[in-house]
């Protein structure tokens, strides 16, 4: 069974690879190689075993394929098509934003918050902690 990381772990995974990296820049472009290509393929190699060895890959993919979908039925459902992002912590959908483009005066509030909830709990495949549900206002009157 695959088990997903939170985003602290990813976090520092990506910090300590930066890090690894940084350190090692000057002393691989003049010692190892005779330009940035060479740096460009080892910066290549030690992410892909980073990621590869702590699954962090496959969880960012997985997201983002409950994302899209939870758009792709938010705008079936709407008309509108909203931005989704997601936060996982500890295994756990922690958190999940649904930014619609501008006021959605269609349905009332309520309803709204009933299918984004239904809709991310379904495609995401278990509920989250919290949904933030907005609206991008522009310059204009919003009213």
């Known amino acids: 069974?695959?088990?997903?990381l939170g985003g602290r772990h990813v976090f520092s995974v990506a910090c300590m690879t930066w890090c690894m990296i940084r350190s090692l820049?000057?002393?691989?472009?003049?010692?190892?190689?005779?330009?940035?290509?060479?740096?460009?393929?080892?910066v290549i190699i030690v992410l892909a075993f980073?990621?590869?060895?702590?699954?962090?890959?496959?969880?960012?993919?997985?997201?983002?394929?409950?994302?899209r979908a939870v758009e792709g039925d938010l705008e079936q459902s709407t008309?509108?098509?909203?931005?989704?992002?997601?936060?996982?912590?500890?295994?756990?959908?922690?958190?999940?934003?649904?930014?619609?483009p501008g006021l959605y005066q269609t349905k009332p509030l309520g309803d709204l918050a009933g299918l984004v909830r239904e809709t991310v709990t379904r495609e995401f495949k278990q509920a989250p902690d919290a949904i933030v549900l907005s609206f991008a206002l522009g310059k204009g009157p919003s009213a």
């Open 79 to 100: 008309g509108v098509r909203p931005q989704v992002g997601f936060n996982w912590r500890n295994g756990r959908l922690a958190l999940v934003t649904v930014m619609f």
């Open 1 to 4: 069974m695959r088990s997903r």
């Open 50 to 67: 980073a990621l590869s060895g702590c699954d962090a890959f496959g969880a960012l993919k997985d997201g983002m394929q409950h994302a």
């Open 25 to 42: 820049q000057s002393s691989v472009e003049h010692e190892l190689c005779s330009g940035p290509s060479m740096f460009r393929a080892v």
